[in-house]
């Protein structure tokens, strides 16, 4: 079988393409990677230093045409979550304007303008998503399916932590894919029972099985337009109606409450500590060690607002240091720098207490080690990195099962 032909959008430093050519099916014909808020490009950096910068685009992809980037079988990427909402253009009532900036839209754009659209996307956000915004819970996960269905494509999707499949990080995220009318999984995925497709047959239930029972389901249209989606789903619903499983075609979605069902190894935070020396850097010092002991302690005190207005302010007991017993918790773009901190990373490893090295976060979302090491990034930057990927295992894994439905 011929390698699928794949786009990276907002690529990072990498984690889809990791993922996806550990399984040599795969080969990423073009990539994007663009940081508005920085002068300096040190993720595509990192890319072009890896993978090459032959076909890789470091500009907004907002502004990239539709005419630049060559076909492919599959476009994937970690979209940023933002607001979706729509509205109908002034000039052409047919017309769609979404916000400015949101790369959403930059996504529908390309697929809407490409003559042979991809067969597959593989696309992967947060798992808020499914409940934002906030005054119409589930609305912008609405308008992507919605939006996806009218580019030709059925969606499914899955909440998936890393760790409950084995993986050394905690790190939960929504995935999805959406197959065209025209790839041969389509047809198989509209004519299935959707609660079978969703915990048996469907390509997460095959890479990520769960156990048989759920508990919840969820079932209903979108009904009309993108514009009226946007200005009218769920007001009055004061929860998502959409569940951290479920599928979309035909303005029929069909969600499930599920629960992972794992048997195999595990690999836990001792597990990815480096075993040689450890730069004294990294250790915290023993004037410091009272102030992480109060960012990670309990609290209930009084603070002031800005206006000077008094108001209660508490938090529960993180753990401290870290488990090493256990997968990791999240790692957070502010992973990085000598600051103590509630959320970042501390381990005891025997000769002291110290953050997490950089191979370790590494380690954590399955990169290779010194995936980020190059000269002029810091080691701040390179935990940056962390806190926006992926866990590469999970792509490997969801690769693998395609290019073997692929095959039958």
Same mark, same amino acid.
């Not at 760790?163 to 050394?168: H, I």
């Not at 047809?187 to 004519?191: G, R």
């Not at 048997?263 to 990815?272: K, Q």
């Given at each position: 079988m011929a390698k699928l032909d794949v786009i990276e959008l907002f690529a990072g430093v990498g984690g889809f393409r990791l993922g996806l050519e550990k399984t040599e099916g795969f080969r990423v014909v073009w990539s994007n990677q663009w940081e508005p808020s920085t002068k300096t490009q040190h993720a595509s950096l990192v890319y072009e230093a890896r993978f090459g910068s032959e076909q890789h685009s470091n500009q907004d992809i907002a502004s990239v045409p539709t005419a630049a980037i060559p076909d492919a079988d599959m476009l994937v990427g970690g979209f940023p979550c933002q607001d979706y909402s729509v509205a109908t253009s002034l000039v052409n009532s047919k017309g769609l304007i979404g916000k400015k900036g949101v790369l959403w839209w930059s996504i529908h754009r390309?697929?809407?303008?490409?003559?042979?659209?991809?067969?597959?996307?593989? *696309?992967?956000?947060?798992?808020?998503? *499914?409940?934002?915004?906030?005054?119409?819970?589930?609305?912008?996960?609405?308008?992507?399916?919605?939006?996806?269905?009218?580019?030709?494509?059925?969606?499914?999707?899955?909440?998936?932590?890393?760790?409950?499949?084995?993986?050394?990080q905690r790190r939960r995220r929504i995935f999805f894919l959406a197959y065209h009318t025209s790839s041969p999984l389509f047809?198989?995925?509209?004519?299935a029972n959707p609660e079978n497709w969703i915990t048996q047959e469907g390509l997460f239930a095959q890479s990520f099985p769960l156990l048989e029972k759920h508990e919840g389901k969820s079932h209903f249209s979108l009904k009309g337009d993108l514009v009226s989606l946007s200005n009218g789903f769920n007001k009055k619903g004061k929860t998502s109606p959409f569940l951290n499983s479920g599928l979309y075609h035909n303005g029929?979605?069909?969600?499930?409450?599920?629960?992972?069902?794992?048997?195999?190894?595990?690999?836990?935070?001792?597990?990815?500590?480096e075993a040689g020396p450890i730069d004294e850097g990294f250790y915290l010092t023993t004037e410091s060690v009272p102030k992480w002991e109060y960012m990670k302690g309990a609290k209930k005190e009084t603070r002031k607002t800005k206006a000077g207005f008094d108001y209660l302010y508490s938090e529960g007991a993180m753990r401290f240091p870290d488990p090493l017993d256990m997968p990791s918790r999240t790692i957070i773009t502010g992973e990085g720098g000598k600051g103590p901190s509630r959320f970042k990373h501390v381990v005891h490893d025997g000769k002291g207490l110290r953050r997490l090295t950089p191979v370790e976060l590494e380690r954590l979302n399955m990169f290779p080690d010194h995936h980020t090491e190059l000269a002029g990034i810091t080691d701040a930057k390179r935990a940056f990195f962390m806190g926006n990927a992926l866990v590469v295992g999970i792509v490997e894994q969801m690769a693998q099962t395609l290019l073997e439905r692929l095959k039958e």
């Open positions: 390309i697929l809407k303008e490409k003559e042979n659209k991809p067969k597959y996307l593989f *696309l992967e956000n947060v798992d808020r998503l *499914l409940k934002s915004p906030a005054q119409q819970r589930g609305r912008d996960f609405a308008i992507i399916l919605k939006s996806l269905e009218e580019l030709g494509y059925a969606v499914e999707w899955r909440v998936i932590n890393a760790a409950d499949y084995g993986m050394p047809e198989s995925m509209i004519t029929k979605v069909f969600s499930l409450k599920t629960q992972p069902h794992y048997m195999g190894d595990r690999t836990v935070l001792s597990d990815i500590l």
